[in-house]
């Protein structure tokens, strides 16, 4: 049981570029998400999705597309790199039912993608 | 909104000494409450989590975390530190869409000889 599985570990970018953040889960998660996490301020949420063919804006989406066909993978794409977008991105899934004592809805997170764009 | 404030950028603490983190939220509603930890280079390990009942909540490693609603805290506490707790600490809310957890910015924990 892999988990939350996160590719690439590591990417440099220059500036403009493109490029695709992998994320698959196999524990039969319904709910998966992408954060950033920068110095100083936390983990911030960038999308999430609720199911296959469900997605929805968290808290900072610019510059971010995602999409959900199945249920194990939920990339994160920059279609245009920023160096305002180097960070920390990590993907985590849950449960999306069930009650939280049960232990669902409760997060389990990458071991997250280091990007850098110069 | 909720948010959450984790007033301590950095704490050093002896081996052995007792530890408190401080996590105060805002919301509105009763808040789900979650404390992660995250070792340097790795992703977000859960430590415990409170949604409602008992107050005093166990996790794992041997913390625990006591929700104030009177002072909407939550603060993680272990009555002593191993040089392998040092790490980053992270105090989470969530709403009744608990999936999209609100982060605070993190305690980086130091453990002393």
């Known amino acids: 049981n892999a988990g939350v599985t996160q590719t690439p570990k590591f990417q440099v970018l220059k500036t403009g570029q493109s490029m695709t953040l992998q994320c698959a889960q196999d524990?039969?998660?319904?709910?998966m998400s992408w954060y950033r996490q920068d110095p100083g301020m936390g983990l911030r949420l960038i999308h999430y999705?609720?199911?296959?063919?469900?997605?929805d804006q968290g808290e900072v989406p610019n510059g971010y597309n995602v999409s959900r066909s199945t249920t194990e993978d939920f990339p994160l794409r920059l279609l245009s790199a920023a160096p305002s977008q180097t960070s920390v991105y990590f993907c985590a899934s849950s449960y999306g039912t069930g009650s939280l004592s049960s232990g669902a809805n409760v997060l389990t997170f990458g071991a997250g993608s280091r990007l850098t764009v110069l | 909104a909720q948010s959450v404030t984790q007033p301590d950028i950095h704490i050093t603490v002896s081996e052995g000494a007792s530890l408190e983190l401080r996590c105060n939220y805002s919301y509105g509603a009763t808040p789900y409450l979650f404390w992660y930890v995250q070792s340097p280079g790795q992703g977000l390990q859960l430590l415990l989590k409170?949604?409602?009942?008992?107050?005093l909540v166990q996790g794992i490693k041997g913390f625990e975390a006591e929700f104030k609603r009177s002072q909407s805290s939550f603060n993680l506490r272990k009555p002593s530190v191993h040089w392998s707790d040092a790490a980053e600490y992270f105090c989470?809310?969530?709403?009744?869409?608990?999936?999209?957890?609100?982060f605070g910015t993190g305690t980086r924990l130091l453990v002393s000889p």
């Open positions: 999705s609720v199911g296959a063919g469900i997605t």
């Open positions: 989470a809310v969530g709403a009744m869409d608990f999936q999209k957890l609100v």
């Open positions: 409170y949604f409602s009942g008992d107050t």
């Open positions: 524990m039969n998660h319904e709910y």
